[in-house]
C-alpha cells in the first residue's frame, strides 16, 4: 500500500540514503563556496566605475535571476556536451546551483556595499589604495557582515534547491529517493525520510541565521 508508512525502508536502503545525503552534502558545500565567491565578484563588478565590468556584472544579475534553476543546470548537462565538453549529473547541478545563487548573493552583497559610507572608500583611495584594494581590505568586510543573515538564506535555498540534481541523475538525495520508491512502492514513507534528511541539513542553518540576526540587531543597539 501506497499510503502505509514503513521505518524499515530506513534501514534497508540505509546506504543509498547515506550515499545521497552525503552527495547532496557535497554538492551544497562546493555551490555554497563557489557561488559566495563568484556572487561576491559580480557584486564589484555591479558597482565598479569601469563601464563594461558595470555592464557584464547588470547583465549576469538580470539574465540569471529571471530564468528557472532547471534551465541553467540544462544548459550545463545538455548543452555543454553539444559544444565537446560532456559533464556528468553531479558536476553541471552543481555548477548550475553555484551560477543561479551567485546571482542572489551578488545582490545581497551590492546592497550591504552600498550601505557603506562612501567617504571610507574616499578616505582610502586617498591614502593610495588601489580601487580593488579599498573592495577587500575597507568595503567588503562592512558589507558582508552587514548582509550575513540575508547570505545565510541564500545558502538555505541552496541546500533546498540541490534536489534539481536528481533531475540530471546527480545522486543526490532525491535521486536515490526517486530509485528506493521505484523498489518499494511507499512513496509516502521514502518522501518522508528524505524531508528529514533535508531538515538535518536547513534546520541548524536556519538556527544560525537567526542567531546572527539577534546578534547583529543587540550589537546595532
Known amino acids: 500500500m501506497t499510503g502505509r508508512f514503513n521505518i524499515h525502508i530506513l534501514f534497508d536502503h540505509w546506504d543509498r540514503f547515506l550515499l545521497g545525503f552525503v552527495h547532496t552534502i557535497e554538492s551544497s558545500a562546493i555551490a555554497l563556496i563557489g557561488s559566495f565567491i563568484l556572487g561576491t565578484i559580480i ?81 582610502a583611495r586617498a591614502t593610495g589604495l588601489t580601487y580593488i584594494q579599498t573592495m577587500v581590505h575597507i568595503v567588503l568586510p562592512q558589507a558582508i557582515k552587514i548582509v550575513l543573515p540575508s547570505i545565510s538564506n541564500q545558502f538555505i535555498n541552496l541546500v533546498k534547491n540541490s ?20 523498489d518499494t512502492f511507499l512513496p509516502l514513507t521514502v518522501y518522508t525520510l528524505v524531508a528529514i534528511f533535508y531538515l538535518i541539513l536547513t534546520l541548524p542553518l536556519s538556527l544560525a541565521v537567526q542567531y546572527m540576526e539577534r546578534r547583529f540587531s543587540s550589537a546595532d543597539h
Open 163 to 182: 534536489s534539481i540534481l536528481a533531475v540530471v541523475a546527480g545522486l543526490d538525495l532525491m535521486y536515490y529517493a526517486d530509485l528506493i520508491n521505484a
Open 43 to 123: 557584486a564589484v563588478m555591479r558597482i565598479s566605475p569601469v563601464k563594461p565590468l558595470n555592464w557584464i556584472g547588470t547583465a549576469y544579475v538580470e539574465f540569471i535571476r529571471n530564468i528557472p534553476l532547471l534551465l541553467v543546470v540544462f544548459f550545463f548537462f545538455l548543452g555543454l556536451p553539444s559544444l565537446g565538453v560532456p559533464l556528468d549529473g553531479f558536476t553541471s547541478g552543481t555548477i548550475g546551483l553555484m551560477v543561479y545563487t551567485a546571482s542572489f548573493i551578488a545582490e545581497s552583497i551590492r546592497a550591504g556595499i552600498q550601505t557603506v559610507p562612501s567617504g571610507q572608500t574616499e578616505a
